[in-house]
């Protein structure tokens, strides 16, 4: 259903299942609004119709982003696929850390501060995690 709760020019389309708000989109401003049910669900974009889709993008009621990934464990998951910056100039940019990070896994990559974290006394600089230790980039 259409409701008028946002004003003649800021229109809100809510969507109802069994009396139970699922979601709603609003227009407002120059902005579109996109909102979770009552049951705090997330987002979910497919490519087609339910019976033949695939799921490309999930956002889920927490925050975290999947891309390829139906169930996203970090704030963004990326499976299927590389991740690409093609505009010279810009890059990853990692913060500096001034403890390790928690739960380490192979591949994992982190910028010390090399004070306060000083993996294996090897200063301040870029360290990958693998066979079970941090190791110096570079």
Known sequence: RISGNGGQDDPILDFYRQGVMRGRVQSYGEDMLFYGGDNGGGFKFKNKLPATSTELMTILSGGNVGIGQTNPGQKLEVSGGNIKISTAGNGLILPQTTSAPGS???????????????????????????????????
């Open 104 to 138: 380490p896994v192979d591949g994992m990559i982190a910028y010390a501060d090399g004070t306060s974290w000083n993996p294996g006394g090897g200063g301040k600089g870029m360290y990958a995690y693998y066979n079970s230790a941090w190791n110096r980039l570079g």
